[in-house]
């Protein structure tokens, strides 16, 4: 049966940037396999299926696919689907926002997003917090695995950490802007979903980083923007940064050596010295839309 779909770039307010995302819409009927091939089919990071919610009171229940696995959560399908959905649905005269749930298999995920033409802007707050998965591999071999040296590694209190929110992630800081630019695409076999290669931003003020993931295991050399890895990097900054109570904004830039530059906030929530919160928030524009004949 023909089903709708339509494509997005995420984490940008400009098509042709940020991170493609295809969401199919009325996927009821369709089994694992052929969802998974529908998403081998687009090849992009991302593929979502939109399908009724289990709870009538949620806007829709999503699965989100890669090229080669389906994912319990994931950032950029969570944006993009969240402005697709409010783009599409009624509101009240005068109101400026729609918040809804969206199921996803981490649990419910609160969505609240501001609309405009043909895009829009969304944030949500994730159901569970960053996990500590243990220790990284050692510096040496994770600068060996991305071409870069060992000194490379590091900076300030930053040192190989992983941390995940379904998937799991090995963050890596790299000294330098510079540096992170000369990393190339690798992988540990066995280790992570991904690795998310970081480094402070300063051109920027405040908390700010440049970031790459590679993900090979996900089916995705490298990746525009992972909302999911910059969620779990609130593990990270938890561990490494001297963060007091409040509520703290951080800018991550990530996509700018492919050429799809990408803008992703984080706002991490501390209380009496432990994480309470994370959000995520970013833009996304619908770039096209079609037929699925399968």
Known sequence: MPRRFVTLDVFTTQALAGNPLAVVLEADGLDDGAMQAIAREFNLSETVFVMPPDEPRHRARLRIFTPTRELPFAGHPTIGTAILLALREARPEGADAVAFGLEEAVG???????TGDGGGRARFR?????????????????????GLAPDDIGFGRHRPSRHGVGPSFTFVPVASPDRLDAARPGTLAGTSDGFLLYAPDTAETGLAFQARMFAPAL???????????????????????????G???????????????????????????????????????????????V
Do not use: K, N, W
């Open 108 to 114: 419910t995920i609160p969505c609240v997003v501001e």
């Open 126 to 146: 994730l159901p569970i917090l960053p996990d500590y998965l243990g220790e990284a591999a050692d510096a040496a071999a994770l600068a060996a695995a991305f």
């Open 219 to 245: 089916g995705v050399a490298e990746d525009p923007a992972t909302g999911s890895a910059a969620a779990a990097f609130a593990g990270v900054l938890m561990q490494f940064e001297p963060l007091g109570d």
């Open 247 to 293: 509520t703290h904004d951080v800018a991550i830039t990530q996509g700018v050596a492919m050429g799809r530059p990408s803008a992703i906030a984080l706002q991490v929530v501390v209380e009496a010295g432990g994480l309470r919160s994370v959000e995520i928030g970013g833009a996304a524009v619908i770039v096209s839309e079609g037929v699925l004949h």
